[in-house]
């Protein structure tokens, strides 16, 4: 049975929140607002976002739109360390709003604990620091607990990250699940420290090789920028096998 993997670039940011051990949080200073047009992503042409961002660069809102139509909206909270601590989403057309809640603990300004709660205030998941090695090598073991209630049974899924760093960028991780299948990602930079190229491997190799939807994607996917005069990026490309697509395009507010 094949597996399927989704690209969704549009809703990309909200799924990147699932874990901030996984993310730098961008900042963008000396910016107010954020329009971006998306394109090769989720549902094709049309979509585009309009994002707020505070007095420290961060994104505190953002608007996501299919032509002139608001589809939902995204609130932010942050610590003083820039880690998000609440994040709110409503759709338009449902009328529901969902809350996810984040909780941390550090040692060294790293993150040794993380918990997700979701808005039923029953599932959650955590991440804890179980080794690190000189700050390259940290090991992080994952707990998700869902509750059925048709059931009414708790189910707990268990993972290890294994997270290498260089020059202070993620190089590679590793995903190992309990039956010890494990997903290995590693990643390139450019000079400026922007993601260039994402190779995945997985063991033990897949039966049927994987298969993206909703957007170019490849497990060996490599990415272009172009910038404007401060430095953010205008517009974003991603390259697979030889071919180019653009996916969004941004247009900043000072």
């Known amino acids: ?20 051990l996984f993310r730098e949080t961008s900042l963008y200073p000396n910016t107010t607002g954020i329009h971006r047009k998306y394109f090769n992503g989720s ?29 939902g909206k995204d609130l932010y909270q942050y610590n003083d360390k820039h880690d998000v601590t ?27 604990f993380q918990k997700c709660t979701f808005s039923n205030n029953i599932n959650s998941t955590t991440y804890r620091l179980v080794a690190n090695q000189g700050d390259s090598v940290l090991t992080y073991q994952e707990l998700s607990y869902h509750y059925y209630p048709a059931k009414k049974t708790d189910t707990v899924f268990e993972r290890t990250y294994i997270l290498t760093y260089q020059d202070r ?16 990602t590693c990643f390139e ?13 997985r063991e033990p190799k897949p039966e049927f090789p994987d298969v993206y939807t909703g957007a170019p994607g ?37």
């Open 189 to 201: 930079y450019n000079n400026n420290g922007k993601l260039k190229r994402r190779v995945i491997t």
């Open 43 to 71: 549902g094709g042409r049309g979509y585009w976002t309009y994002e707020k961002v505070d007095t420290l660069g961060r994104i505190i809102e953002r608007n996501s739109y299919k032509n002139n139509k608001l589809l």
């Open 169 to 184: 960028l993620l190089v590679k991780k590793e995903k190992i699940t309990s039956n010890k299948e494990k997903e290995i």
């Open 218 to 254: 490849s497990d060996d996917q490599s990415y272009s920028y172009t910038y404007d005069r401060a430095g953010r990026v205008k517009k974003l490309y991603t390259i697979i096998a030889d071919r180019t697509y653009k996916l969004s395009t941004s247009r900043y507010e000072n």
């Open 1 to 20: 049975m094949k597996k399927t993997i989704l690209t969704l670039t549009f809703i990309l940011c909200a799924f990147l929140l699932k874990a901030q």
């Open 86 to 112: 609440r994040y709110i989403y409503t759709t338009s057309d449902l009328q529901r709003t969902d809350t996810i809640t984040y909780e941390y603990t550090y040692i060294n300004n790293r993150i040794a």
